[in-house]
Nanobody, 126 residues
Framework: QVQLVESGGGLVQAGGSLRLSCAASGRSITAYAMGWFRQAPGKEREFVASINWSGIGTTYGDSVKGRFTISRDYAKNTVYLQMNTLKPEDTAVYYC???????????????????WGQGTQVTVSS
């Protein structure tokens, strides 16, 4: 099974930017759709973005459309989440996730993802 490790979280002022990374090890994630989710205290896990195995198809949650961009680097076996124009409501723990079956379209449902990272905290101050 693949291991996913997120990095790049931190404290940023509103309007700022962060780039999260999700490094995969144990196997290649080339043929797998990948996603980002987030969870704020007291709230359910929320879909943020996903990218299909080819890297061509991307999907975003309504609250981050136009501000966040998901991408992947096949050579580095890594997925990224570029977050711009951050808002205090973006504060959450961000999780990287990988689908369990090859060549599937990306999904916004956490139930379709088999592998999860430990999460990285993003805090946006007003």
């Amino acid at each position: 099974q693949v291991q996913l490790v997120e990095s790049g979280g931190g404290l940023v002022q509103a309007g700022g930017s962060l780039r999260l990374s999700c490094a995969a090890s144990g196997r290649s994630i080339t043929a797998y759709a990948m996603g980002w989710f987030r969870q704020a205290p007291g709230k359910e896990r929320e879909f943020v973005a996903s990218i299909n195995w080819s890297g061509i198809g991307t999907t975003y949650g309504d609250s981050v459309k136009g501000r966040f961009t998901i991408s992947r680097d096949y050579a580095k076996n890594t997925v990224y989440l570029q977050m711009n124009t951050l808002k205090p409501e973006d504060t959450a723990v961000y999780y990287c996730a990988g689908e369990g079956a090859k060549y599937r379209s990306s999904s916004s449902s956490p139930h379709d993802y088999e592998s999860w990272g430990q999460g990285t905290q993003v805090t946006v101050s007003s």
